[in-house]
């Protein structure tokens, strides 16, 4: 029976099976599909196409720095368009299989400067300043299924879902939607190599979780974006669309967030919990900071989300607590106990550069910047 909520999705009424006929055709040894994965100028969005290579590539120095139509992404004028992609990380590629690759990279103005959404590179300077000190970091990444009426995927079309309380965690056709699309996108992480730990329903229906790290340094943001960029892909397959806006609907409804664990090596050590005090000290003097660095509008994003209500803090004041869902630092409970561990920010709206937050994490908690 057809999905009525799908029925004007041109990619979801296309006949898979005829697609396989191709796909499963054998390639040759020595060609390679590299798919280039970019941040368009939005700092919210990824572009990508494919080139063929005649090898196998194993780190991304090895792949050639290509170029693209920076006017058409919001990076470029028509009159000086090209801009450059310079290969940064390599993941197997889920959807072609065999050697064929998804290549995360970071882009760059014709006169060789970063372009203006190009976090990466002053974050991997950081990272850089900071790796004696072992940075890890997890990011819990929310987002919401659409249908193509921009409709959360299973809503009443012309009404509302029962009130928030079942659908955390949910089972049940009445309870979760699409959970087709999860665990693709699940199993197709784990094919390309992305860490991945785990995935859950979240609070409002429609909308869900995923958890990647833990990650050292630099390679989070590079994770997460490719994370991302996979879902998209998984749920073009189905005609669904997925939306990172922190509150995509209006009202008593939870928004969305990237809620990003972070811990040093002190912190993770015996008697760490006063390394995580210091660096908590340290974020509360460094409030609006971190919230221009936690959406890529400069905190106008989270100011629909931070209210203070639907498990969020105020975007207006800082707060920490143990095991506070309603704080801007939440220190888990079995951190508490054990007296090491990890925080966790709950300020990062779901549609943030994690490139932007991890930096701003380690300037002020490492840096002292």
Not at 78 to 103: M, W
Not at 112 to 118: D, G, M, Q, Y
Not at 196 to 209: K, Y
Request: proline share 7%.
């Amino acid at each position: 029976m057809p999905n009525t909520t799908l029925e004007n999705s041109p990619n979801a009424v296309l006949n898979k099976s005829v697609a396989e006929r191709y796909m499963h055709l054998p390639c040759p040894e020595n060609k390679v599909k590299a798919t280039y994965i970019w941040i368009d100028g939005t700092g919210e969005n990824v572009r990508a196409k494919t080139r063929t290579v005649d090898f196998v590539p194993k780190k991304p120095e090895e792949l050639p720095v290509w170029n693209y139509d920076g006017s058409s992404t919001y990076q470029a004028e028509g009159t000086n368009s090209d801009t450059y992609l310079c290969p940064v990380a390599i993941y197997n590629d889920p959807f072609n299989g065999g050697n064929h690759k998804l290549v995360m990279c970071d882009t760059y103005k014709y006169n060789k400067k970063p372009t203006e959404t190009n976090h990466r590179h002053t974050c991997l300077q950081a990272m850089e300043a900071a790796k004696d000190t072992k940075p890890w970091f997890g990011i819990e990444q929310e987002y919401t299924l659409l249908d193509m009426d921009m409709r959360p995927l299973g809503w009443p079309k012309n009404g509302f879902p029962g009130p928030q309380g079942p659908y955390y965690c949910g089972v049940g056709a009445n309870k979760v939607y699409a959970r087709d699309i999860v665990e693709s996108h699940y199993s197709a992480c784990l094919y390309a190599g992305i860490n991945i730990a785990g995935t859950n329903a979240e609070v409002m229906p429609a909308q869900w979780e995923y958890q990647v790290g833990p990650c050292e340094g630099i390679s989070i943001g590079d994770e997460l974006w490719v994370s991302r960029y996979i879902l998209h892909r998984v749920a073009e397959d189905f005609g669904v669309i997925v939306t990172f806006d922190p509150k995509p609907i209006e009202g008593d409804w939870n928004g969305a967030g990237a809620h990003t664990n972070f811990s040093t090596k002190a912190m993770r050590e015996d008697g760490g919990i006063i390394e995580i005090e210091k660096a908590i000290d340290k974020l509360s003097r460094n409030h609006l900071r971190h919230i221009q660095a936690y959406d890529p509008k400069g905190g106008k994003d989270n100011e629909r989300r931070l209210t203070g209500r639907h498990e969020t803090s105020s975007i207006h004041d800082f707060s920490a607590g143990v095991a506070n869902r309603g704080a801007s630092i939440r220190i888990p409970r079995g951190c508490a106990e054990d007296k090491k561990g990890y925080l966790e920010d709950r300020r990062p709206s779901s549609n943030c550069d994690p490139y932007a937050v991890c930096e701003a994490l380690v300037r002020t908690c490492i840096l002292d910047e």
